[in-house]
Protein backbone atom coordinates (compact mmCIF):
# COMPACT_ATOMS: atom_id res chain seq x y z
CA UNK A 1 0.00 0.00 0.00
CA UNK A 2 1.62 3.29 -1.12
CA UNK A 3 2.83 5.76 1.94
CA UNK A 4 2.52 9.15 2.07
CA UNK A 5 6.23 10.63 1.64
CA UNK A 6 8.09 11.97 4.61
CA UNK A 7 7.69 15.44 5.69
CA UNK A 8 10.28 17.77 4.48
CA UNK A 9 12.65 18.45 7.13
CA UNK A 10 12.29 22.31 7.87
CA UNK A 11 15.02 24.97 7.83
CA UNK A 12 16.04 26.64 11.02
CA UNK A 13 16.52 29.75 8.66
CA UNK A 14 13.74 32.28 8.23
CA UNK A 15 12.35 31.65 4.97
CA UNK A 16 12.51 34.73 2.63
CA UNK A 17 9.74 36.94 2.20
CA UNK A 18 8.15 37.39 -1.70
CA UNK A 19 8.98 40.59 -3.41
CA UNK A 20 6.11 42.89 -3.23
CA UNK A 21 5.62 43.20 -6.99
CA UNK A 22 5.89 39.25 -7.61
CA UNK A 23 2.58 37.38 -8.62
CA UNK A 24 3.08 35.03 -5.75
CA UNK A 25 2.40 37.91 -3.04
CA UNK A 26 -0.95 38.67 -4.75
CA UNK A 27 -1.99 35.16 -4.87
CA UNK A 28 -1.60 35.01 -0.68
CA UNK A 29 -3.56 38.46 -0.36
CA UNK A 30 -6.52 36.60 -2.60
CA UNK A 31 -6.44 33.34 -0.28
CA UNK A 32 -6.47 35.28 2.94
CA UNK A 33 -8.90 37.80 1.92
CA UNK A 34 -11.23 34.68 0.52
CA UNK A 35 -10.69 32.58 3.45
CA UNK A 36 -11.37 35.85 5.55
CA UNK A 37 -14.63 36.43 3.31
CA UNK A 38 -15.93 32.84 3.96
CA UNK A 39 -15.13 31.69 0.28
CA UNK A 40 -14.22 28.19 -0.21
CA UNK A 41 -11.19 29.44 -2.57
CA UNK A 42 -9.98 26.03 -4.99
CA UNK A 43 -6.02 26.60 -4.94
CA UNK A 44 -4.04 24.98 -7.69
CA UNK A 45 -1.13 23.37 -5.24
CA UNK A 46 -2.38 21.19 -2.16
CA UNK A 47 -3.22 22.58 1.03
CA UNK A 48 0.22 21.43 2.55
CA UNK A 49 2.03 23.55 -0.31
CA UNK A 50 -0.19 26.59 0.58
CA UNK A 51 2.28 29.74 1.74
CA UNK A 52 1.02 31.49 4.62
CA UNK A 53 0.76 34.99 4.52
CA UNK A 54 1.89 36.64 7.61
CA UNK A 55 2.22 40.38 8.86
CA UNK A 56 -0.82 41.62 7.06
CA UNK A 57 -3.74 43.02 8.95
CA UNK A 58 -7.12 43.69 6.57
CA UNK A 59 -8.96 46.15 7.46
CA UNK A 60 -12.67 46.71 6.43
CA UNK A 61 -16.01 49.01 7.46
CA UNK A 62 -18.58 47.57 9.29
CA UNK A 63 -22.11 48.41 7.55
CA UNK A 64 -23.72 48.23 11.07
CA UNK A 65 -21.64 50.10 12.99
CA UNK A 66 -22.43 53.36 10.93
CA UNK A 67 -25.56 54.50 12.00
CA UNK A 68 -26.72 54.82 15.57
CA UNK A 69 -30.51 55.00 15.30
CA UNK A 70 -33.23 55.68 18.04
CA UNK A 71 -35.28 52.96 18.56
CA UNK A 72 -35.81 49.46 16.97
CA UNK A 73 -37.19 50.05 13.24
CA UNK A 74 -33.87 51.03 11.45
CA UNK A 75 -33.99 53.70 9.32
CA UNK A 76 -35.36 55.84 5.94
CA UNK A 77 -33.97 58.07 3.30
CA UNK A 78 -36.16 61.24 2.84
CA UNK A 79 -35.26 63.09 0.35
CA UNK A 80 -33.69 66.46 1.85
CA UNK A 81 -35.63 68.74 -0.67
CA UNK A 82 -38.61 66.83 0.48
CA UNK A 83 -37.66 66.82 3.97
CA UNK A 84 -37.65 71.03 3.43
CA UNK A 85 -41.11 71.09 1.34
CA UNK A 86 -42.53 69.82 4.51
CA UNK A 87 -41.78 72.19 6.78
CA UNK A 88 -42.62 75.05 4.21
CA UNK A 89 -45.58 73.73 3.72
CA UNK A 90 -46.30 73.31 7.32
CA UNK A 91 -45.28 76.98 8.06
CA UNK A 92 -47.30 78.45 4.93
CA UNK A 93 -50.15 76.24 6.16
CA UNK A 94 -50.54 74.62 2.72
CA UNK A 95 -50.92 71.42 4.56
CA UNK A 96 -53.22 70.66 6.82
CA UNK A 97 -51.63 68.81 10.92
CA UNK A 98 -53.31 65.48 10.15
CA UNK A 99 -51.69 65.58 6.68
CA UNK A 100 -48.50 65.82 7.36
CA UNK A 101 -48.65 63.21 10.59
CA UNK A 102 -50.44 60.73 8.71
CA UNK A 103 -48.10 60.87 5.85
CA UNK A 104 -44.56 60.78 8.46
CA UNK A 105 -46.38 58.21 10.38
CA UNK A 106 -46.80 55.81 7.13
CA UNK A 107 -43.82 56.74 5.97
CA UNK A 108 -42.16 55.62 8.83
CA UNK A 109 -43.80 52.26 8.52
CA UNK A 110 -42.46 51.16 5.41
CA UNK A 111 -41.39 47.37 4.70
CA UNK A 112 -37.97 46.68 3.65
CA UNK A 113 -37.23 47.49 0.38
CA UNK A 114 -40.33 47.79 -0.88
CA UNK A 115 -41.98 50.97 -0.69
CA UNK A 116 -45.16 49.43 0.77
CA UNK A 117 -46.74 50.47 4.49
CA UNK A 118 -49.64 47.40 5.28
CA UNK A 119 -51.80 49.72 7.45
CA UNK A 120 -55.36 50.02 7.69
CA UNK A 121 -56.94 53.15 8.44
CA UNK A 122 -58.22 52.51 11.75
CA UNK A 123 -54.42 50.94 12.35
CA UNK A 124 -53.23 54.54 11.66
CA UNK A 125 -55.73 55.87 13.52
CA UNK A 126 -54.93 54.08 16.27
CA UNK A 127 -51.04 54.61 16.07
CA UNK A 128 -51.22 58.32 15.45
CA UNK A 129 -53.34 58.58 19.34
CA UNK A 130 -50.90 56.13 20.81
CA UNK A 131 -49.89 58.89 23.45
CA UNK A 132 -52.64 60.93 23.58
CA UNK A 133 -54.59 57.86 24.80
CA UNK A 134 -52.39 58.20 28.05
CA UNK A 135 -53.02 61.74 28.66
CA UNK A 136 -56.07 63.07 29.80
CA UNK A 137 -58.38 65.26 28.16
CA UNK A 138 -55.82 64.95 24.80
CA UNK A 139 -56.72 65.91 21.87
CA UNK A 140 -57.06 62.53 19.54
CA UNK A 141 -57.52 62.28 15.77
CA UNK A 142 -60.60 60.69 14.41
CA UNK A 143 -60.44 57.99 11.42
CA UNK A 144 -62.94 60.18 9.38
CA UNK A 145 -59.86 63.09 9.78
CA UNK A 146 -57.25 59.84 8.37
CA UNK A 147 -59.64 59.14 5.57
CA UNK A 148 -59.97 62.91 4.32
CA UNK A 149 -55.72 62.99 5.03
CA UNK A 150 -55.17 59.91 3.10
CA UNK A 151 -57.02 60.95 0.54
CA UNK A 152 -54.98 64.55 -0.04
CA UNK A 153 -52.01 62.47 0.40
CA UNK A 154 -52.89 60.80 -2.62
CA UNK A 155 -53.78 64.20 -5.05
CA UNK A 156 -50.04 65.03 -3.91
CA UNK A 157 -48.51 62.33 -5.24
CA UNK A 158 -46.84 61.24 -1.96
CA UNK A 159 -48.93 57.76 -1.70
CA UNK A 160 -50.81 55.52 -3.80
CA UNK A 161 -53.45 53.18 -2.48
CA UNK A 162 -52.80 49.31 -3.51
CA UNK A 163 -55.45 47.56 -1.95
CA UNK A 164 -55.85 45.20 1.15
CA UNK A 165 -54.65 47.85 3.35
CA UNK A 166 -51.37 48.60 1.74
CA UNK A 167 -50.41 52.15 1.30
CA UNK A 168 -47.66 52.61 -1.79
CA UNK A 169 -45.14 55.34 -0.69
CA UNK A 170 -43.53 57.76 -3.13
CA UNK A 171 -40.20 55.97 -3.12
CA UNK A 172 -38.51 58.96 -4.77
CA UNK A 173 -39.58 61.15 -1.69
CA UNK A 174 -39.06 58.34 1.49
CA UNK A 175 -37.71 55.10 0.91
CA UNK A 176 -36.52 52.47 3.42
CA UNK A 177 -34.17 50.37 1.59
CA UNK A 178 -30.53 50.55 -0.62
CA UNK A 179 -30.86 51.89 -4.01
CA UNK A 180 -30.71 49.13 -6.31
CA UNK A 181 -34.16 48.40 -4.28
CA UNK A 182 -35.18 51.74 -4.85
CA UNK A 183 -34.62 51.14 -8.81
CA UNK A 184 -36.49 48.09 -9.08
CA UNK A 185 -39.68 49.90 -7.20
CA UNK A 186 -39.26 52.89 -9.74
CA UNK A 187 -38.95 50.94 -12.55
CA UNK A 188 -42.27 48.66 -11.53
CA UNK A 189 -43.82 51.98 -10.89
CA UNK A 190 -42.70 54.63 -13.53
CA UNK A 191 -45.17 54.82 -16.46
CA UNK A 192 -43.04 56.81 -19.02
CA UNK A 193 -45.93 57.53 -21.24
CA UNK A 194 -46.84 59.58 -18.46
CA UNK A 195 -44.73 62.14 -17.03
CA UNK A 196 -47.15 63.36 -14.93
CA UNK A 197 -48.54 60.56 -13.07
CA UNK A 198 -47.12 58.62 -9.71
CA UNK A 199 -44.37 59.23 -8.94
CA UNK A 200 -43.65 62.38 -10.20
CA UNK A 201 -45.44 66.17 -10.55
CA UNK A 202 -45.43 66.02 -7.12
CA UNK A 203 -48.51 68.53 -4.90
CA UNK A 204 -49.51 70.73 -3.59
CA UNK A 205 -50.02 72.77 -6.57
CA UNK A 206 -49.62 76.33 -4.83
CA UNK A 207 -51.05 79.50 -5.63
CA UNK A 208 -49.55 82.52 -5.40
CA UNK A 209 -48.40 84.10 -1.97
CA UNK A 210 -49.36 80.84 -0.39
CA UNK A 211 -45.74 81.45 0.80
CA UNK A 212 -45.95 85.42 2.26
CA UNK A 213 -45.69 84.42 5.78
CA UNK A 214 -47.64 87.12 8.39
CA UNK A 215 -45.33 87.25 11.55
CA UNK A 216 -47.30 90.12 12.81
CA UNK A 217 -48.55 87.88 15.89
CA UNK A 218 -45.60 86.89 16.77
CA UNK A 219 -43.54 89.74 16.47
CA UNK A 220 -46.12 91.42 18.64
CA UNK A 221 -45.30 89.03 21.35
CA UNK A 222 -42.27 89.50 21.28
CA UNK A 223 -42.20 93.19 21.10
CA UNK A 224 -44.50 92.89 24.89
Given at each position: ?????????????????PQATSEAQFDDILLVLGEQL??????????SRRRKLKGVTFEYEDPRS?????????YSLASNWFTQFLAQLSVANSITKSQLCVFLFVAGGQEKGTGFAQYTQQEI???L?????????????????????????????WVEQAGNGKIRL???????????AQQEVLAEITDPDE??????????????????LDFGDEQGERAG
Open positions: MPTDPPARPRSGRPRAAGEQVQAAEPRVHDMAGHDGTDGNKIAATKKDSKKITRSTVNRAIKALVEYKNVRLWFRGNSAPEAFPYSIGPDLHQGEFD
